[in-house]
């Protein structure tokens, strides 16, 4: 018999009723899940660049006002909407992302079976909050450089959460890493994790630097967050028939490349989005890869976060974040009023 537990009929939840606008916490009804489906009680939950580009109004997809922001989470799954799996998560602790139906800021969010993830007692409640967007992402683009047989890459944005797992994530699997930061003060704490090679943007000549490294260490594989102009000045450097992945935007600008620099040197662009990618693998793979980003979100040090606060004070949370990115992350602790 599956745990029961008693629900509130109405929920705190943070809401945005218009792109770029302040977010109020309001009472509305907690949702009710459907078949396939899970009702998850919320711990915690990060702001992530992800977020950012939500509140802003500039994140892909249609927005529908009033809505609840916040892309991954943690939580306890305290109801089933029916379905083996979603029966299965019932009363689980679990790292969580969001669904169409509303996001992780709020005391309770619906989402899907298959976005929750159970977590073991080893893993906090701070740490399950982060598992999905960083941990999975990092792993992922080891994966991709294993297939495409790559003995060094290049990964922008590095002094991030994410980058910083990168770096020990190459160092276990014997993959060249260059970082790229955009302030000098992120070279130091980059090199004390075992970072060999870092090049500073705000330095003259930066991309001819990096196209020496690349040329040097083989790295024909790039991973861009910044985009904008960032990603033009990476394909000057990049060698000869060398892969731009973009996977995010924090520059919030259109890419403008010439393409006979493409044409010429032979690059290819792609993308890369989370969602997208653990869509298009099994089940098995997604589960060990799950099983591999709670280690790794164990192994991080305690200062990793920098920050808490709890749902009420979600826009000095979200300030916090936006003045300092690279210094740490920024955690929603969310009371729940039963």
């Not at 509303?102 to 159970?118: H, L, N, Q, R, S």
């Given at each position: 018999m599956p745990k029961e537990f008693n629900l509130s009929k109405h929920m705190q939840?943070?809401?945005?009723?218009?792109?770029g606008g302040q977010l109020m916490i309001q009472q509305i009804e907690v949702p009710k899940p459907a078949k396939g489906e899970v009702l998850v009680k919320m711990l915690a939950s990060p702001v992530n660049p992800s977020?950012?580009?939500?509140?802003?109004?500039?994140?892909?997809?249609?927005?529908?006002?009033?809505?609840?922001?916040?892309?991954?989470?943690?939580?306890?799954?305290?109801a089933s909407g029916g379905g083996i799996l979603a029966n299965m998560r019932l009363g689980k602790t679990v790292a969580c992302s969001s669904s169409d139906k509303?996001?992780?800021?709020?005391?309770?969010?619906?989402?899907?079976?298959?976005?929750?993830?159970?977590v073991s007692k080893k893993t906090s409640a701070q740490q399950a909050a982060m598992l999905i967007v960083n941990p999975i992402t990092a792993l992922s683009f080891i994966d991709i450089a294993k297939k495409g047989k790559h003995k060094a890459i290049v990964n922008t944005a590095a002094a991030s959460t994410l980058g910083q797992m990168l770096i020990?994530?190459?160092?276990?699997?014997?993959?060249?890493?260059?970082?790229?930061?955009?302030?000098?003060?992120?070279?130091?704490?980059?090199?004390?994790?075992?970072?060999?090679?870092i090049i500073c943007t705000s330095e003259n000549n930066w991309s001819e630097s990096l196209r020496t490294l690349a040329l040097q260490t083989q790295a024909r594989l790039f991973f861009d967050a910044v985009a904008g102009a960032n990603t033009s000045q990476l394909a000057n450097a990049a060698p000869k028939g060398s892969s731009i992945v973009v996977y995010a935007n924090l520059s919030e600008s259109?890419?403008?490349?010439?393409?006979?620099?493409?044409?010429?040197?032979?690059?290819?662009?792609?993308?890369f989005f989370l969602g997208n990618y653990t869509a298009e693998k099994s089940l098995i793979h997604n589960l060990i890869a799950a099983k591999k980003a709670q280690k790794l979100?164990?192994?991080?040090?305690?200062?990793?976060?920098?920050?808490?606060?709890?749902?009420?004070?979600?826009?000095?949370?979200?300030?916090?974040?936006?003045?300092q990115m690279s210094g740490g992350k920024i955690l929603l602790t969310i009371q729940n009023t039963d």
């Open positions: 939840a943070a809401r945005q009723h218009q792109a977020d950012l580009s939500l509140l802003s109004g500039t994140y892909a997809g249609k927005k529908h006002y009033p809505l609840t922001p916040g892309i991954e989470g943690s939580g306890i799954v305290v509303g996001g992780t800021w709020a005391e309770y969010m619906v989402t899907t079976a298959t976005k929750v993830i159970p020990k994530l190459c160092k276990q699997n014997d993959i060249e890493l260059i970082n790229i930061v955009r302030n000098k003060k992120h070279i130091e704490p980059l090199q004390k994790l075992g970072a060999k090679h259109d890419i403008n490349i010439d393409p006979r620099i493409l044409m010429h040197n032979n690059i290819t662009m792609k993308n979100i164990t192994q991080l040090p305690p200062n990793i976060v920098r920050k808490t606060y709890p749902l009420n004070d979600v826009n000095l949370a979200i300030e916090a974040y936006r003045t």
